[in-house]
């Protein structure tokens, strides 16, 4: 049985590997299931320990996601390792409880206007849909967590502004539902530091010791600053993709998770532990490069090298 | 005769465009004085009112910066501009205190490796540099400010860390002898948030009135995060380059000084009010596209745009 507090301790940072899942999502070529078992095999013997691994979805519509039980089992073999994968309707939620993954994640959007163009249901109706989801979870005997990704909890692309409270109140009824972990994601990048800060705060203040974590894009620059301001919140896990890749479909120009390889180095710049050898992680981008040449793949700390003297420093 | 505290009002922020020395340092093709003035004027127009507008320096070897006296003539004709020019040895001192510029920058190291490198002076004989120009500048009519970029601030290429202790003691000199501003400067983009939070508050406590500025640059993709940690520290002078140019010659791969419109934004999202009207100050990116083909230009908010409903927002 899958304890949340146990896969997401809050004395070190976790930082959560999505390229695997939001980081495919949009590309146009992607890794073989053979490459994405190098990818995670690589980033695990980094230290990397949160993943991922892909979306119960049609394999015919989103090939990207044909190997995500494969995937699932290559996470199983590596101690304390822990993937996730998304379940966004009835089919996915069945395939996933039986697909035997440790964290089955969905997501419900903050602004009603976006929920609606990106899953076809209401703001109710996919709360009903995470309630199935925790009573069909509760009967099995393996037990996976159930995470809740907040879309547009910092603002959206199709409604603007996105009142907190609002945002507070999904997260309160997510957590009440028997959700195990809540994320507050910044779909499109409109956050900032300050917003991200504040909506910290408050979550978890009614998170009463669940997991609170954010999924951050970099689409305006403010991915890391928002990142710091995350963690001087005390939230201990944080969502990135290698090479930054990544963006959604109903977010036009919005490009790019927060960057896997530059969130390890923020975060120990702050002296917070991340448990992940941050120049054997980059070596990963080789693959990536190899994989999917015609993606873009960011990063500022790949590019520049780790300062001199840095492990002296933190 | 110029005042510190009203050139730099701490009520606002004041964002400095340092592409125009800062920026050109570097670069292969530069723009004509008439592309600089037009750079300036847009950015004026925009609510720009801080610039550095070059440096004293030998016409032969830096070309880029041959039209300085001009482009200091060019910001004197702008009401509330204030302009900046660079002095790194005495030819360039006594040019700049003749050229009537409000603001003559210096540049001592935190590190005494890079501070020998860079000037072939010991910081001693730096600091003896700056009391002189106090001096010279006193006996002024017009009395410009002095202000010292304390380079290296935050880690060092060459020797690796830096101790904030040595740092600290090099700023309160400065004070000490005249100097209106000292920025801290993280010339290699070696520091993060929580390092930039500590020496600006220990910075602040000693600054006893005086403006305390920070420069810094994106190397390593920390640049937005590190200027976040700055503003919740007080800091209220803070430099950028349009399109994140910029770079320092004792620094490699050290491309990019913090980008000038995403620093407007994130203050913005801040609630600190700038100034600046971001959608017209993205337009200059079009001249320098014209004016430096070769160089690459930066910047998130400028790809993305500006998020629906954000003046709203803010």
Known sequence: MAIASEIYPND??????????????????FPSTKAKKKWIEQEYA????????????????????????????????????HGAALALNKRGTIDALESGVAEIGCVLSASPEHNLANTRRSQKETLREIENLC??????KHNPLVSVGIAMAFGCSISGSVASTAVLGLVEKCYDLGVDMVSLADTVGYAGPAQVAA????????????????????????????ASAALDEGVRMIDGAMGGLGGC???PNATGNVVFDDLVFLCETKGLKTGIDLEELMKIRELLKVEMPTEPLY??????GIPLGFEART
Do not use: C, W
């Open 12 to 29: 070190r940072v976790n930082l959560r590997e999505v390229g695997l899942r939001d980081g495919l999502q949009m590309v146009k070529t």
């Open 46 to 81: 980094a230290g990397v320990r949160h993943f991922e691994v892909g979306s119960f979805l049609p394999a015919s519509k989103y090939p990207m996601f044909a190997d995500v039980q494969k995937v699932v089992e290559i996470i199983a073999t590596l101690p304390d390792a």
């Open 135 to 140: 009573r069909m979870r509760d009967a099995t």
């Open 199 to 226: 909506l910290s705060a408050e979550a978890h203040k009614i998170s009463s010791g669940k997991i609170l974590g954010v999924h951050l894009h970099d689409t305006r620059g403010m991915g890391i600053a928002n």
């Open 249 to 251: 479909p109903f977010a």
């Open 299 to 304: 990063g500022a700390v790949a590019k520049a």
